[in-house]
């Protein structure tokens, strides 16, 4: 009795020592649902179990005799997974800065990966300088991610800084896929043929691939990297950044972007330009009050501390408030005067007592009662309002 469970425990162990065997000889699979249907359709096996480390413990229903039923099944369906796992879709570029261009190319990779049944994937040069470069890797994974989200979901896009050039990209694939399909624009894809294939198979100074077969798609579209390519291409866009022409700049972006101007000031930084603020001028020389407001909401003018001047009245004090259409200075003599916006004139700092002036309202409680201050509606249009001096006295 004995002698027979041991027979049968070895039975079973070898069974399994075969199973195992063959599991591991299906490394290619895509996926463990894929082998174990393989295992069914060629051994009629099913329940497969196993452990952490991706070894067969256990199986039910095996049969043995089925190999020749299924052979010209799993042929065909091995080689469609083999082709599935070897071949890769990618697309490589600048993307200084992205732009919706760039959207084309990441749907054209999505759209051929799932026709091929093949691994999307994205590159981005890390190449970086003041001119052509001027936004860093991670800046741009950053800025992609945020403009393209849907099209990122379906890609593999890394962080990677060893790749500067598409020949870094080819020696990094190698040994992973057989066969590489690489979307480019139009306007690239015989430059891109030709250099892929010169190298391929030899050692050089960027490494080594070999790929069995390699294919450049055309995305329909130029390349939006390219110089002088039609439409708002990147190069435009730096232009367009270089020369302060922001409206320009956003053209080249999405509708539904909301990174714009960040993006735009990112771009202008590492170019080398320097943000300067010009000494404002008086409202009559202004285009519209629109435009100072708009200044203000992003705290361009008129900041807290700011030497202002009313143009009205010819008062000058320090910015001590901030309202929605009006700002309160605090004068030398501790005064306080209320000025609206589009009558108010930046100025060069002067000589400010501004610390000594917080410290004496502050010591007379009427610090809180500055904070919560409303300055009155204005008049009717054409009645002349008259000044909004208030002195804070003794009595105050």
Do not use: C
């Not at 600048?94 to 691994?119: D, E, M, T, V, W």
């Amino acid at each position: 009795m004995k002698k027979k469970i041991s027979e049968r425990l070895m039975t079973t162990k070898q069974a399994v020592d075969q199973m195992n065997h063959y599991w591991k000889d299906l490394n290619h699979m895509a996926s463990d649902d894929m082998k174990k249907k393989n295992m069914d359709m060629r051994f009629g096996i099913k329940d497969i179990k196993l452990d952490r480390s991706g070894n067969i413990v256990s199986f039910n229903k095996y049969k043995r005799g089925q190999f020749e039923q299924q052979e010209s099944k799993i042929e065909g369906f091995a080689q469609f997974i083999e082709a599935k796992d070897n071949t890769v879709v990618f697309s490589f570029g600048r993307f200084n800065p992205p732009s919706i261009g760039h959207q084309k190319i990441l749907q054209a990779i999505i759209k051929k990966a799932k026709g091929l049944g093949a691994k999307p994937k994205l590159y981005v040069s890390y190449s970086h300088d003041s001119k052509k470069n001027p936004l860093n890797g991670k800046q741009k994974i950053s800025y992609i991610r945020k403009m393209f989200p849907e099209e990122v979901r379906q890609l593999d896009l890394r962080d990677n800084s060893s790749i500067k050039t598409i020949l870094d990209v080819m020696v990094k694939l190698h040994g992973d896929y057989d066969k590489i399909v690489m979307i480019v624009g139009s306007d690239r894809v015989a430059d891109f043929k030709r250099l892929l294939n010169k190298y391929n198979g030899v050692k050089s100074q960027h490494g080594y691939y070999k790929y069995k077969d390699i294919q450049i798609v055309n995305a329909g579209k130029r390349d939006p990297d390219a110089e002088g390519a039609t439409g708002m291409s990147a190069s435009k866009m730096r232009a367009a950044a270089m020369s302060g022409d922001y409206d320009s700049f956003a053209l080249g972006l999405p509708d539904t972007y909301n990174y714009g101007k960040k993006l735009y000031k990112d771009v202008r930084t590492a170019m080398g330009v320097t943000e300067e603020l010009k000494p404002f001028k008086p409202v009559s020389e202004m285009n519209s009050i629109e435009f100072i407001r708009e200044q203000y909401f992003q705290n361009l003018i008129y900041n807290i501390g700011d030497w202002v001047k009313d143009i009205k009245t010819g008062i000058t004090g320090e910015v001590v408030k901030r309202g929605t259409n009006y700002i309160t200075l605090v004068q030398e003599d501790f005064t306080l005067h209320k000025v609206w916006l589009e009558d108010s004139e930046s100025m060069e700092q002067q000589n400010k007592k501004l610390p000594e002036a917080i410290n004496f309202l502050k010591n007379r409680n009427l610090w809180e009662k500055l904070q919560r201050e409303k300055l009155p509606n204005k008049k009717e249009a054409g009645e002349k309002e008259d000044s909004h001096t208030k002195e804070w006295g003794t009595n105050a």
